[in-house]
Every structure is written in structure tokens, then in C-alpha cells.
């Protein structure tokens, strides 16, 4: 008698039949399996001083019930002098010194290793507030902005199913993959999915699945989403990807040329929207098709 191995992370046919719908009982079983998969940690790694900075904020325990394997803090941690616990730490208050209040966010992002997501040449910059280049013309986006975008879109709320347009090298999604339920994530190249999925196998996240293709479309098949996040720049949001959100979900995207904003747009009904400008930001441009 044999078992199949799971392999991680989960891609989108894991959860889509044939006909393209989504498959119930697949949902079904993440849930089972998420407890042991994504969020333990996060609650043994919210330090004093995490908690002081996002004091109002307010954890659930429930929420925090999710564990990364501690081989991968253990051995990154071993293999290279910057995967430190205390430089994410740090990380973090300097991102809680900015403004981000949420304290599950900031929990989230404190656990998960940044280093492991860049090339390591550059690991001695892994834990400073920066974006950093990825290849392709991509870049690893700012902590503060990972945080910032998280925390809008989540608006201190129970967060089920998310979508991600952007993978890049996988680091965003495994932040969210510890604030929400399901994270579903698209990428439009090729090589880019392929180093997320490589980057994300090691920590057996079971709740994140990742998708090769146009996220201009968005996920219709998996479609309504709580919360969309956009990690790309375009002159205005698609339709499509309006037309996913649940009633009194929340989109947040970089919206513009060379002068860029963030922009949040919430579904208040069907077929009406509202939408608020935040803050300046700058990130790569949103393209179509994939390469």
C-alpha cells in the first residue's frame, strides 16, 4: 500500500473540478487541514513589544490557531546569519512606527522569513523597509506596504476566500495565507509562479494556491472574494476583477502611471461600488496576457 504525498503549494485544479467549477469537498478538506499548516507560530512569535506598538488592535485566538513547520525558522535561521527572529522583530516595529496598527497583520508578518524569498545575495537586506528586485523586472514589495495593503483590505475583519494578482516570488501570499481563510494567487509569468512555488513548498502552507495566468481576469471560477490585492500598477482596476468582490468586500490596488496611488474600492451592492484614495505608493505596471 502506497500514500500519495501532498504537494504544497496547492495549485488552483487542486480545487477546481472538471467542468471548472469549485470543488466543494476539496474546500472542505483545507479547512480541516489549516489548523496544522499556518498560524501557531504566529501567535508564539508576537513579542511585548509587537503587542504595545497594535495595542487597540484585538487578536482572536481562533484566527492565530495556524503553525509553519518550525524546520523553516529553525534551518533558515542556521544557514544564514540574517534569518534571525529578532531582525523581524525589528522589521516589524519599524512597519508599526509608520502606522500599520492591526496587530494580526503585524503578527503575520513578523512570522513569516523574508530572506527565504529573495536571492541570497541580497539577504543582508532582506529585513530593511525596501522592496527588492526578484528578476524579470519584478520586485519583492516594501513591508510596510505588504502590511499597509493587508490591513486596509482586511478593515479588522474575518477574511474567508482572498485573491492575490501578482505572486511574484510568493512572499505577500504567505503573509496572507496566516490573515485569511483561503488565498487564491495569479501570475502572469511563467518563471515567476514557478520560483513561488518553490519558495512556498518548503513551509507546507495548505491554504495558499497559486494560479499561472492573466490576473486582469481574476478567478471567476472560484469568484466571490472577500478581499482582492493588487501588487501591480495599473491606469484603472478591470472590471472583472470589481465584479468578484462579495457584497461589502474590499479591493485595494496601486492605481497609475508614473504618479501612483492606492486605492480602495468597496462593493456596497451589486451593481455599485465606492472607491477612496489612500496614500501615494509606487509599483511595477499591471500588463495583460502571460509570458
Not at 146 to 170: D, H, K, P, Q, Y
Request: one cysteine or more; charged letters at 15%; glycine letters at 6%.
Amino acid at each position: 500500500m502506497t500514500t500519495k504525498k501532498s504537494q504544497f503549494p496547492l495549485s488552483l485544479s487542486s480545487v477546481i473540478d472538471k467542468s471548472g467549477k469549485l470543488n466543494s469537498r476539496s474546500s472542505d478538506s483545507v479547512r480541516t487541514v489549516m489548523p496544522q499548516t499556518a498560524m501557531q507560530n504566529a501567535a508564539k512569535n508576537v513579542t511585548k513589544n509587537t503587542l504595545t506598538l497594535a495595542a487597540r488592535a484585538t487578536i482572536s485566538p481562533k484566527v492565530l490557531d495556524k503553525t509553519l513547520p518550525s524546520t523553516v525558522n529553525n534551518s533558515s535561521s542556521i544557514n544564514n546569519p540574517y534569518g534571525s527572529e529578532g531582525l523581524r522583530r525589528e522589521m516589524v516595529s519599524r512597519v508599526a512606527q509608520k502606522g500599520v496598527k492591526d496587530s494580526l497583520v503585524l503578527a503575520a508578518l513578523e512570522s513569516i522569513p523574508r530572506h527565504l524569498f529573495i536571492e541570497s545575495g541580497l539577504s543582508s537586506q532582506a529585513y530593511i523597509d525596501a522592496s527588492l528586485p526578484i528578476g524579470h523586472h519584478q520586485t519583492i514589495s516594501q513591508p510596510y506596504i505588504v502590511a499597509r495593503m493587508i490591513e486596509i483590505m482586511r478593515n479588522s475583519s474575518a477574511l474567508g476566500n482572498v485573491l492575490e494578482i501578482g505572486t511574484g516570488c510568493g512572499y505577500q501570499a504567505a503573509v496572507l495565507s496566516l490573515v485569511a481563510k483561503n488565498v487564491y494567487s495569479i501570475e502572469r509569468i511563467k518563471a515567476l509562479h514557478e520560483l513561488a512555488k518553490n519558495n512556498l513548498r518548503p513551509m507546507r502552507i495548505a491554504n495558499i494556491r497559486l494560479h499561472y495566468g492573466d490576473g486582469m481576469l481574476g478567478l471567476p471560477q472560484v469568484a466571490p472574494f472577500d478581499g482582492i490585492i493588487l501588487a501591480a500598477a495599473g491606469l484603472q482596476v478591470p472590471q472583472a476583477l470589481l465584479e468578484q468582490l462579495v457584497i461589502g468586500g474590499r479591493l485595494i490596488a496601486p492605481v497609475g502611471g508614473k504618479n501612483q496611488v492606492l486605492q480602495l474600492i468597496e462593493r456596497v451592492s451589486k451593481n455599485e461600488w465606492k472607491s477612496s484614495v489612500l496614500e501615494h505608493c509606487h509599483f511595477v505596471p499591471l500588463h495583460q496576457g502571460v509570458i
